[in-house]
């Protein structure tokens, strides 16, 4: 890729990126499923950049100048040519391409009885910020296109079947794929970020909420970061929700919660509840909306966070939703303090691996100073044994003391207690990214970790750091890529290694400049980002045997539709999950009316033999062997439209007589906040009305409960007839009314009279 001007912290995220499987083969084989209406278009612009990259006939190098642009649109930090921390810019960009391609997805929870509040544990999927946008998925905005019919797909089912195919190696090799010169077979955190803050006794057990341990239990919603620093500090990318974590959560949680909010809902993970064993939940239910997409689909994890109080013995949980993991690079002595930890299963010291900085006076701090300057520059190898990867892992999973200035504030003794804080993972990503946190940003000075990691290119086992709730199955990595940093924290160059999923040969990308290399060049790189992916050998068996199924050719007397984007799972995740053939139809069984002009882009046709295989090996669903138009849904879709359009049309009508009024008797107030939401409603730009009017943050209740405005508050003036009208619909409130002293206009009207007869006498 060119240089657009220091933007190699671009290109080398870009190819690390293009060279993940999963993701690569979404945006090459599913196209159809890229609809946006967003802006900039990220997922368009992605999308263009990886055909190229991957085309037959592509150029010596590519320009990302459309990506580049977009990015600078979507955050500011990224304009001119700065340097810029790759890091910042992955989260940036997935955070937006999930924006752009997240769909909601409707699932029933439970209420659980909220009469002991110790008792209650609750998910929040809000959003992180109040004006994020509306629930409506992007992937159900069509593209303008003629209606295809069911038998009109018929004729491309054997070419569709080829998605199938794989080869011994597991890549796909159906004429589909010759024809596009040997695609490769790739494939499938935040702001909503899963947050769920939970307090039970230490004899729990971890359940989900629908009473299914299914990896592929909803993966959650994330954010647009407004990339901070260039060096991230938060140890964990977990998506905040708009609910901050309660004070007692937000200090002794700094492995995953300290990161800043970010300015759009992270994406939702699958909500997790604590039971006690004595613990009843009532039978009611309620509709939660969450959301998906490819990019958290692939990339997003869960962790569990536990923090035990040593005094009542009381444990709070934290469930938390990621998509990369900043690890710490433990120095000499801080591996030997890990190692001496892990022998003697003893919680490793608070501020283990550098994350803790007292203040120190003005000597110690320049010897510091000096110290540390003096280490980056002797090799690492003078300084004692090889820190690895699973070092890192230790360090960031290590058991924490939290006493003296760090003590945990324990809810059921209401005071500061001694604890310990311990992390797991609950649920393992398709695609893991591991970031090094090499930079250090002091109050006076910024310095880099040279040290050395070393990294294993195969069979990175995350079993020692599961928690037994975890629901994955799969959990050994393969490493698709790293990227390198070299240089200053204040200056530098990025590089990326990559391996070619067709070839397996591994590649330098230094912008521009691609160079085949051997794999110990890898091993010996400074790694700064890594990607890793879950490998499976059953995985790339269940492929050849649907192979060999497909290849068959036997005459089935039905077929049947499945989810394109499932399939895509199917060939290139380790653990894809049930079939989900909800993504292209309604709850009613139809395909939804604004899907059905595409709906050859959201499936593919399979014969009766290779159905029955997929289903009984992974279960999900539903069959589905016509596809029509939901009669229901288009019912539904003109009563709402018919609902907008009175709706603004009686609003228009009110408000124009409002304005008519030279001196209205009363005027009321209404937050302009629940205002724009029903405005978007009604305007079409969202599917989901806007709720009851929510008139407090703008009420001011004073002596004797008189109800007046705030100063300064966000508010808009309508009529009476308006507010009754809207809270007739909508209900809610309070009523804020501003009256006019009837005297006071009487006066106003007399004394507009005697000007009018003295001009009049004037002009006489």
Known sequence: MKNLGNSCYMNAALQALSNCPPLTQFFLECGGLVRTDKKPALCKSYQKLVSEVWHKKRPSYVVPSSLSHGIKL??????????QDTQEFLRCLMDQLHEELKEPIVAETRDLDTSDQDDKREGDRS???????????????????????????????????????????????????????????CGHRRSNSEQVDEDADVDTTMMPVDGRASPEMLPGPRPASPCRTPEPDNDAYVRCSSRPCSPVHHEVHSKLSSSPPRSSPARLGPSYVLKKAQMQASGKKKKELRYRSVISDIFDGSILSLVQCLTCDRVSTTVETFQDLSLPIPGKEDLAKLHSAIYQNVPAKTGACGDNYASQGWIAFIMEYIRRFVVSCIPSW?????????????????????????????????????????????????ILCIHLKRFRHEVMYSFKINSHVSFPLEGL????????????????????????????????HYIAYCQNVINGQWYEFDDQYVTEVHETVVQNAEAYVLFYRKSSEEAVRERQKVVSLASMKEHSLLQFYISREWLNKFNTFAEPGPITNHTFLCSHGGIPPNKYHYIDDLVVILPQNVWEYLYNRFGGGPAVNHLYVCSICQVEIEALAKRRRIEIDTFIKLNKAFQAE?????????????????????????????????????ALTKAGGHVQVKQGADYGQISEETWIYLSTLYGGGPEIAIRQNVAQVQELENLHGEQKIEAETRAV
């Open 662 to 698: 030279e001196s209205p008797s009363v005027i009321y107030c209404i937050s302009m906040q629940w205002f724009r939401e029903w405005e978007a409603f009604v305007k079409g730009k969202d599917n989901e009305p806007p709720g009851p009017i929510d008139n407090s943050k703008i």
């Open 461 to 492: 086992d995350l079993r020692p750091f599961l928690a037994k709730e975890c629901v994955s199955q799969i959990t050994t990595y393969d490493l698709l890529s790293v990227i390198c940093h070299h240089g200053t924290a204040g200056s530098g």
């Open 127 to 185: 959003p992180s910020e109040d004006e994020f946008l509306s629930c409506d998925s992007s992937s159900d905005r069509g593209e303008d296109g003629q209606s295809r019919t069911a038998s009109g797909m018929g004729s491309s089912s054997l070419a569709e079947t080829e998605l199938l195919i794989q080869d011994e190696a597991g890549r796909g090799i159906s004429e589909k794929e010759r024809m596009k010169d040997r695609k490769f077979s």
């Open 382 to 430: 003078f300084w004692g044994p090889v820190v690895t990867l699973e070092d890192c892992l230790a360090a960031f999973f290590a058991a924490d003391e939290l006493k003296g200035d760090n003590m945990y504030s324990c809810e059921r003794c209401k005071k500061l207690r001694n604890g310990v804080k311990y992390c797991k993972v609950l649920r393992l990503p398709e």
């Open 74 to 83: 979507v955050n500011p930090m990224f304009r001119g040519y700065a340097q």
